[in-house]
């Protein structure tokens, strides 16, 4: 599932930690490429959502190594932009989820268990390579959150390959692309509505006088 996670506070990171997420977003990128080509090879809708999934989180790892240094302002101009595509993402699962419900078309369920296991077993990889920063600061618990969530929705995109494979109909592959697709964009709208908040209150801090300024201006 999409997660809402915002880029952290400029801090020191813990040791190991960018390392890390350099990792699992090379790993990220990666299943987004394959679960890409084979949702579109296989028909399956749920597969895209997770590919989707697993672009989402990439672009939170990207933020978090890239805005470290950053004042509110940008982080909050870069979350607009994550929290814009991924709501975006999540319509297109929509439409195609409705296309594909129209037209008929069963997706390959072999494809989309293969897959589905593949991407199980990064998402557990990831999560396991940062579950010794479970217990750090906010944005360490949760970038090992979002990849423990990630593991989730493998097992529902392959619960829907069983469902695929033994009732020959793509309903439960639609059931489930509704879910992450739902999951997507309400994420999204989360964080452009978090992101409003911190351009704001950036342009609020911005346009206060410096104490300097202001005991100059009262003499």
């Known amino acids: 599932m999409a997660c809402s996670c915002s880029a952290p506070e400029p801090k020191s990171p813990a040791p190991g930690f960018r390392k890390a997420l350099w990792i699992a977003l090379w790993v990220n990128l990666a299943m987004f490429l394959v679960e890409g080509i084979a949702s579109i090879q296989s028909g399956s809708v749920s597969l895209m959502a997770d590919a989707i999934d697993f672009f989402g ?28 595509t991924m709501a975006t993402f999540g319509l297109v699962v929509w439409g195609r989820a409705i296309w594909i419900a129209q037209s ?3 997706p390959e369920p072999l494809t989309m ?13 990831v999560a396991v390579m940062l579950f010794r920063f479970r217990e750090g600061d ?17 097992l529902a995109v392959m619960a829907a ?6 009732t020959n109909s793509a309903w439960p592959d639609l059931v489930v692309a509704g879910v992450m697709g739902s999951l997507a964009v309400t994420a999204g709208v989360s964080v452009v509505r978090h992101a409003r908040q911190d351009i704001a209150d950036a342009r609020a801090a911005s346009a206060q006088p410096s104490p300097a300024g202001s005991s100059a201006s009262s003499r």
Not at 62 to 75: A, D, N
Not at 138 to 154: E, Q
Not at 161 to 166: E, K, Q, R, S, T
């Open 161 to 166: 390959a069983i469902g695929v494979f033994g």
């Open 57 to 84: 989180d990439s672009a939170n790892y990207i933020l978090s190594l890239s805005v470290l240094s950053m004042g509110m302002l940008w982080r909050g101009r870069a979350a607009m932009v994550k929290g814009l």
């Open 104 to 106: 008929g078309i069963t």
């Open 113 to 125: 268990g293969a897959v589905g296991l593949l991407a199980l077993a990064a998402n557990v990889s």
């Open 138 to 154: 906010s944005d360490m618990r949760s970038v090992w959150l979002c990849s423990r969530n990630d593991a989730i929705s493998n």
